[in-house]
């Protein structure tokens, strides 16, 4: 397989390699497709748990979203949060 590069992205691997961060340009190549494929796991998790949520939604399952549900929810997560910096913080 032949990869074309454009000269900007030629530019950043030869810094890359001056600078010491990749040896190769095989080796920028390969860390590219490393992130690529942790993306693509990524997105496809994130399309699992969206589909769930979406079909807990269809079955009745979801909760109605209101400020005042919000307000609750965010002063449960500040007393949990706080909790937990005590818990750390103590003797």
């Known amino acids: 397989m032949e990869v074309h590069l454009t000269p ?9 390699i001056r600078g010491g961060r ?12 490393i992130l690529w494929e942790e993306r693509e796991r990524k997105r496809t998790e994130f399309r699992a748990t969206l589909d769930e949520a979406v079909a807990s939604v269809e079955r009745g399952e979801g909760k109605p ?12 997560v500040k007393r949990r949060g706080l ?7 103590a003797p």
């Open 8 to 16: 900007e992205q030629q530019a950043f691997i030869r810094d890359a």
């Open 22 to 33: 990749i040896k190769t340009e095989e080796d920028a190549v390969l860390e590219a497709l």
């Open 65 to 76: 979203i209101t400020q005042e549900s919000m307000r609750k929810l965010a002063g449960e």
């Open 83 to 89: 909790a937990r910096l005590a818990t750390e913080q």
